[in-house]
């Protein structure tokens, strides 16, 4: 007679591979955050370490640097392609910009040309919306889409930091708007009267394209992840 070991429970994002984006920004934090999850994370900074990816993350960081070295790398016409493809992708803050169709305030080079996306969500978004660095502030958020993580108490609030993030000002008709900063936690921001009264949208989902203003990545938040690997298994 043996006495077999009980098998650990597959994780989330076992046999996955993960890439993040690695010109600039958090790209380690969302690696080791996609690791967590059981997947293989993946530096991408070359069109051929886009190959064989089964989702992408695009890291907070600075969007104009990393859309100028995206097409310094030859990097910016694949990323558009695999997004139009169907490729998975979650952006999170400077992410949520890159993946955005428009810049409500895009910022310009030398020779007056605006920053450019890559695309694929059809929204519309506020650079440094919530103000700058020392303006940066954190809040409990209501957001959807997290039931696999209720317990008896029903689904904790997600505690989101927000450090120079944007917020979408429009939403087209295919994304579903997931969570958002009511006025009362965003009314010191740098351009609250732009929008008087509104609560501010700060996280999105369109198809297989997940967006948030704030950083999960950062706070030990392991569920937005989770989220983005159940939307690639078709699970949510």
């Known amino acids: 007679m043996t006495n077999s070991l009980p098998v ?15 010109l600039q920004g958090d790209f380690r934090e969302h690696l080791r955050a996609a690791e967590a999850t059981g997947a293989h994370g993946v530096s991408v900074r070359r069109p051929a370490e886009l190959d064989g990816l089964d989702g992408l993350i695009i890291p907070g960081g600075e969007s104009t640097a990393i859309d100028k070295l995206a097409r310094a790398f030859e990097l910016a016409d694949p990323l558009r392609e695999r997004i139009a493809g169907g490729l998975p992708v979650y952006g999170s803050c400077a992410g949520m910009i890159l993946l955005a169709q428009d810049i409500a305030d895009p910022a310009t080079d030398l020779a007056g040309a605006p920053q450019q996306t890559f695309g694929g969500l059809d929204i519309t978004v506020r650079r440094n919306a919530f103000g700058r660095q020392r303006e940066s502030f954190e809040t409990d958020l209501e957001f959807k889409g997290l039931d696999f993580s209720a317990t008896e ?6 505690h989101a930091v927000f450090i ?4 979408v000002e ?12 009511e006025p009362a936690d965003a009314g010191h921001a740098a ?12 996280a999105v989902r369109s198809g297989q394209l997940l967006a948030t203003s704030f950083h999960p990545e950062v706070t030990g938040e392991k569920r937005i992840h989770e989220l983005f690997i159940r939307m690639i298994r078709g699970e949510a």
Do not use: D, K
Request: charged share 10%.
């Open 153 to 158: 108490t029903g689904v904790a609030p997600v």
């Open 8 to 22: 650990a429970p597959a994780r989330p994002g076992s046999g996955l591979r993960i890439g993040v984006l690695a």
């Open 191 to 202: 351009h609250a009267a732009a929008l008087p009264g509104a609560a501010r949208i700060v």
């Open 170 to 181: 429009r939403v087209g008709p295919g994304v579903e708007v997931l969570a958002q900063v």
């Open 164 to 167: 120079r993030g944007p917020w």
